[in-house]
Structures are given as structure tokens and as C-alpha cells.
């Protein structure tokens, strides 16, 4: 079973409107991490927010805010106010508790292509 | 600017070469991850390193190699190189282990990689 889902291959959404990138996770952890990161055409991946499992609040960073509903496992993206350069892929991943002292790789969904529309 | 840098941007090599991709971490940081990102797998996790040693493996096949040096730079290394090889590769770095409180990676660039 995939460990992070992105149903949306691609997303379009109207300059100024706000926007949800869904993701869904599975891990029988307890302590684990979910992030966004944005990536792109020029192909960097570029940190946007991060949510820990025992966070009681949604994690907010600017226009970017996390729907974190920790019984149904999933942690959405919402971006408000879109701008023309939100134009990017968009990568929902978790980090679980480690599997060996000391690593925290993160496993990356498939990815939402987001086109914001002038 | 993520602070890590990656060398070179881009690659282009023949089926059975071998190349090598550097990474340099933020400073300060003592992990660096490597990850691949091809079209059909999507981003992978290679394999991690801490202050020199290596700590975990993901899917990194036999014909690769890393190893992270006393200044804390790392090096990948691809042998015998397939036309599926061909993908973008990344490198990030995070600081000392403080628990899953907000230690994002920070990436670099990327290194894409075209074999021929």
C-alpha cells in the first residue's frame, strides 16, 4: 500500500481563489511528520510547511495552511489568495519514527500539478 | 537559496559510464539524504549519511555508492549506467537529530542526469 497519496495529477485554480491539494497518508506510527514541498519547473524542491502528529494546531506559514485531521489521516494543502507563481508540483511527504538511530528520510507522495489560471 | 549545493546542474554520459555527483549540506548539518526522481518512480530516498557514517538505505541499487567525508561533503556514485538512470538527483540536508519537531530537509538543486 502507498504510504502517501495524492489523487490530483493536476489542479487548476483562478488567480486570487484558494486552493486544497488533498493527501492522505498510512503509517501505524505515532510520531511522525507530514510536509509540503513545492517544486518548480526549474526543478527545486522548496520546503512550505510542516505538521507534527502530536500538533494540536493546524500548521499555518503564510498563504500556505495544513488541514491536518489526524483520524482520517490526511493533511491537505490549502494555498490562499493564488498567485500566478503558485504555478508549480506540489509533493505532500511523511517522515516516520526512524528506522535506524538517527534517520529521517521522508517518503514523497506522487504529486499534485497545481496551474493557476490569470 | 537552500544553503545545500549540488555539482553539477546537469549530466549528460553514455550507457556503462560512471559518474559522480557531489553534495555539499548546509552548514552545520550533519545528515545528508539522497534522493531520486525519475518520471515512473517519482522520488525516491537513496540513502542517508550522518557525520560520516552511513544510517539508513532505501531503494539504491548495487551498481550505486555514497559516502560522506570529514568536512561532511557527500559523493554519489553511479556506475555502469542504465538509460533508466537517467532522472534528477537530489540531495538534502537537516541539522542534528531534535526529535520530529520541524527538522525539515532542506534540498538542493539537483543534478539531472541524462544517459544516452
Known amino acids: 500500500a502507498q504510504k502517501i497519496t495524492q489523487t490530483q495529477p493536476g489542479m487548476f485554480v483562478q488567480e486570487k481563489e484558494a486552493v486544497t491539494l488533498d493527501c492522505t497518508y498510512d503509517t501505524s506510527d505515532q510520531s511522525y511528520g507530514l510536509f509540503w514541498y513545492k517544486q518548480p519547473s526549474s526543478g527545486e524542491m522548496i520546503f512550505l510547511i510542516y505538521q507534527g502528529s502530536y500538533d494540536e494546531q493546524n500548521a499555518t506559514e503564510g498563504r500556505y495552511s495544513l488541514n491536518f485531521q489526524k483520524a482520517r489521516k490526511s493533511a491537505n494543502l490549502v494555498i490562499s489568495a493564488s498567485q500566478l507563481g503558485d504555478s508549480a508540483m506540489y509533493f505532500c511527504a511523511m517522515r516516520e519514527q526512524y528506522s535506524g538511530a538517527g534517520s529521517y528520510q521522508l517518503t514523497f507522495g506522487k504529486g499534485t500539478k497545481l496551474s493557476v489560471i490569470p | 537559496d537552500s544553503g545545500v549545493t549540488q555539482t553539477p546542474k546537469h549530466l549528460i554520459t553514455a550507457t556503462g559510464q560512471r559518474v559522480t555527483l557531489r553534495c555539499s549540506p548546509r552548514?552545520?548539518?550533519?545528515?545528508v539524504y539522497w534522493y531520486q526522481q525519475s518520471l515512473d518512480q517519482g522520488l525516491q530516498f537513496l540513502i542517508q549519511?550522518?557525520?560520516?557514517?552511513?544510517?539508513a538505505k532505501g531503494n539504491i541499487l548495487e551498481r550505486f555508492s555514497a559516502q560522506q567525508f570529514p568536512d561532511l561533503h557527500s559523493e554519489l556514485n553511479l556506475s555502469s549506467l542504465e538509460l533508466g538512470d537517467s532522472a534528477l538527483y537530489f540531495c538534502?540536508?537537516?541539522?542534528?537529530?531534535?526529535?520530529?519537531?520541524?527538522?525539515?530537509?532542506?534540498f538542493g538543486q539537483g543534478t539531472r542526469l541524462t544517459v544516452v
Open positions: 549519511y550522518y557525520n560520516g557514517e552511513e544510517r
Open positions: 552548514s552545520g548539518d550533519l545528515s
Open positions: 538534502a540536508s537537516s541539522s542534528r537529530d531534535r526529535g520530529l519537531r520541524g527538522t525539515e530537509a532542506f
